[in-house]
Antibody, heavy 117, light 106 residues
Framework: EVKLQQSGDELVRPGASVKMSCKAS????????MHWVKQSPGQGLEWIGT????????SYNQKFKGKATLTADKSSNTAYMELSRLTSEDSAVYYC??????????WGQGTLVTVSS | DIVLTQSPALAVSLGQRATISCRAS??????MHWYQQKSGQQPKLLIY???NLASGVPARFSGSGSGTDFTFTIDPVEADDIATYYC?????????FGSGTKLEIK
């Protein structure tokens, strides 16, 4: 069974950074891309970017370049996303999703990031 | 960026057919996919490649279309189908989603 287990919710101060994780199981981690998707409160879905763990190649939505950094650890089957210089606009639920290759076959449960002082 | 346009809401009676449309601002060929998101949950893939049913998804769900105009259908609608449905294109980067159609029961 494919499972994507995301790290817990975060409360962070404006201007700070946050790094969240997505641990994959039930499939060969290096065989598929991992995508990240943002859902702002009561809003729709935005694609942030993707990483191909096999070759550590990343591709970003221009809107999130400089905001998000995607990495992957093949030894632990875990993908990471770091968000920097956080503002209230970054408060959202962030999902990881397994790409097949560019649609999202499986999703994590989401990590809620709240930016507040 | 490719813009996907969906109507915001649809109300359907139980047992009837629900049809949701998604129009792309330019051709995406058959690179259109559909997701269901229930309140408080992550999205779930229902249809990929415009018309292919994802694994484990009931045959009540179907998709059609190509180019710029796509349709997602639930027939018959059940109470458990209350959710927001999103289309997503993978023809061009950045990958984009429609704004979602909220399905309500009459």
């Amino acid at each position: 069974e494919v499972k994507l287990q995301q790290s817990g919710d975060e409360l962070v101060r404006p201007g700070a950074s946050v790094k969240m994780s997505c641990k994959a199981s039930g499939y060969t981690f290096t065989d598929y891309a991992m995508h990240w998707v943002k859902q702002s409160p009561g809003q729709g879905l935005e694609w942030i970017g993707t990483i191909i763990p096999l070759i550590d190649t990343t591709s970003y939505n221009q809107k999130f370049k400089g905001k998000a950094t995607l990495t992957a650890d093949k030894s632990s089957n875990t993908a990471y996303m770091e968000l920097s210089r956080l503002t209230s606009e970054d408060s959202a639920v962030y999902y990881c999703a397994m790409g097949q290759p560019n649609w999202f076959a499986y999703w994590g449960q989401g990590t809620l990031v709240t930016v507040s002082s | 960026d490719i813009v996907l346009t969906q109507s915001p809401a649809l109300a359907v009676s139980l047992g009837q057919r629900a049809t949701i449309s998604c129009r792309a601002s330019e051709s995406v060929r058959s690179s259109m996919h559909w997701y269901q998101q229930k309140s408080g949950q992550q999205p779930k893939l229902l249809i990929y490649g415009a018309s292919n049913l994802a694994s484990g998804v009931p045959a009540r769900f179907s998709g059609s279309g190509s180019g710029t105009d796509f349709t997602f259908t639930i027939d018959p609608v059940e109470a458990d189908d209350i959710a927001t449905y999103y289309c997503q294109q993978s023809r061009n980067d950045p990958l984009t989603f429609g704004s979602g159609t909220k399905l309500e029961i009459k």
